[in-house]
Every structure is written in structure tokens, then in C-alpha cells.
Nanobody
């Protein structure tokens, strides 16, 4: 049974940092892509970052490039999202998702329809 559990959210001031974790189970992480998405109230769910575990290829949305870093610890079956220089507009529920590597996971890593499994999310609130 595929499971994704996010943690690490919280409340920080602008300029602060948080590290989110996506703990995975029920599948061999090495064959999958993990994506991080976020959804603020009244807004569409948007892709933030993704990583192809096989070769470590990472992608980032332009809004977080240079501030966020995605990484994976295969021994712990966990993917991390290090978020630095946080801004109020980064406030949202952050969710991780996974799909076995496909053409879509390479060409459309920020399309929510690419992914088959989702976690429940963790709240991030950034105050000014």
C-alpha cells in the first residue's frame, strides 16, 4: 500500500526556513518521481519541485528557484524540501505526490494529473 506522509510544516516569519519531509512506504522509491505541490486557499494547486529518484534530476518552479532545494534519502525512503528565504506568498498546504517513472513524470512534473498517489499535506504559514 503506497503511503506518503508529510511533516515539517509550521509558522515562520518572512526570511525564515523550514524543511519539509515526505516519508514514503509501500513502493520502491528508486523507480519513482516525487513531486511537491502547494495549494493556498482559493488558488489552484501548483507544482513547486520534483525529483526523479533514479538519477536525482530535480526541477523547480520559477517562483522558488534558488530558495528551495529538493533532496532524497533513499535509505530512509524520505524526500525533503528545504525552503529558505520564505515569503508570505509561500504560505500554503504543501503536499507530496508520487508516480512510477513515466514520460509524463519527465515532461510534466508539475501537472497534478501526472501523479497517482498523494499525501495529506502539511501547512506552511509565513508571516510578514
Amino acid at each position: 500500500q503506497v503511503q506518503l506522509v508529510e511533516s515539517g510544516g509550521g509558522s515562520v516569519q518572512a526570511g525564515g526556513s523550514l524543511r519539509l519531509s515526505c516519508a514514503t512506504s509501500g513502493f520502491r522509491l528508486g523507480y519513482y518521481t516525487i513531486g511537491w505541490f502547494r495549494q493556498a486557499p482559493g488558488k489552484e494547486r501548483e507544482g513547486v519541485s520534483s525529483i526523479t529518484i533514479t538519477d536525482g534530476t530535480a526541477t523547480y518552479a520559477s517562483s522558488v528557484l534558488g530558495r528551495f532545494t529538493i533532496s532524497a534519502d533513499r535509505a530512509k525512503n524520505t524526500v525533503y524540501l528545504q525552503m529558505n528565504s520564505l515569503r508570505p506568498e509561500d504560505s500554503a498546504v504543501y503536499l507530496c505526490a508520487t508516480v512510477r517513472n513515466t514520460i509524463a513524470s519527465i515532461t510534466s512534473p508539475f501537472n497534478r494529473r501526472t501523479y497517482d498517489y498523494w499525501g495529506q499535506g502539511t501547512q506552511v504559514t509565513v508571516s510578514s
